[in-house]
């Protein structure tokens, strides 16, 4: 069995990921530190050089090359990975994978990321209410994909309980 952990910028997918890795003893891999390590670029720099669609040609290719590696794995997608092309649908249809979508209050990410200035879609973002607004209008948008995963578990303020509540959905 392996993971695929997807949901909005901030919702935990790195950092719940990690946690249940270790305690599945699965091994831990965030597609954009993949590509990052593999195109020698960050995230911020690809999407300025050569585009958001070429990265997420890339995020497709280094999935699609890691979904047929992996082995006893959790895997944490960019929060767009999901949207584009027919990826839930294909993710959804590998036997040996499981999505799950952390549904994160939008209250939360807005005070998650509005000090974060280092994400590309965001940093041209001045005030906390355009920063909600644009968080509100791409759940919207984002959700349909995001609620085609297998499981979809609140991700809450508590760690502890998001990834109790994950164990407890995989049992």
Same mark, same amino acid.
């Given at each position: 069995?392996?993971?695929?952990?997807?949901?909005?910028?901030?919702?935990?997918?790195? &950092? =719940?990921?990690? /946690?249940?890795?270790?305690?599945?003893?699965? *091994?831990?891999?965030? %597609? #954009?530190?993949?590509?990052?390590?593999?195109?020698?670029?960050?995230?911020?720099?690809?999407?300025?050089?050569?585009?958001?669609?070429?990265?997420?040609?890339?995020?497709?290719?280094?999935?699609?090359?890691?979904?047929?590696?992996?082995?006893?794995?959790?895997?944490?997608?960019?929060?767009?990975?999901?949207?584009?092309?027919?990826?839930?649908?294909?993710?959804?249809?590998?036997?040996?994978?499981? &999505? =799950?979508?952390? /549904?994160?209050?939008?209250?939360?990410?807005? *005070?998650?990321?509005? %000090? #974060?200035?280092?994400?590309?879609?965001?940093?041209?973002?001045?005030?906390?209410?355009?920063?909600?607004?644009?968080?509100?209008?791409?759940?919207?948008?984002?959700?349909?994909?995001?609620?085609?995963?297998?499981?979809?578990?609140?991700?809450?303020?508590?760690?502890?309980?998001?990834?109790?509540?994950?164990?407890?959905?995989?049992?």
């Amino acid at each position: 069995m392996n993971l695929i952990l997807i949901g909005y910028m901030a919702s935990g997918k790195s &950092t =719940i990921g990690k /946690k249940i890795s270790k305690i599945m003893d699965f *091994d831990f891999i965030d %597609l #954009d530190d993949y590509i990052e390590k593999n195109e020698n670029l960050s995230v911020r720099e690809i999407f300025k050089t050569k585009g958001e669609i070429h990265f997420r040609k890339l995020e497709q290719s280094y999935l699609k090359k890691l979904t047929k590696i992996s082995n006893k794995t959790i895997i944490s997608l960019g929060g767009g990975t999901p949207c584009f092309y027919d990826t839930m649908t294909w993710l959804n249809n590998l036997d040996s994978f499981k &999505t =799950i979508y952390l /549904k994160t209050n939008l209250d939360i990410l807005t *005070d998650r990321l509005f %000090l #974060d200035k280092s994400r590309p879609l965001i940093s041209h973002l001045n005030t906390k209410e355009e920063l909600k607004d644009f968080i509100a209008k791409h759940l919207f948008e984002r959700s349909y994909y995001y609620n085609q995963a297998s499981i979809v578990i609140e991700s809450t303020t508590s760690q502890e309980e998001t990834i109790n509540n994950i164990l407890y959905k995989l049992i």
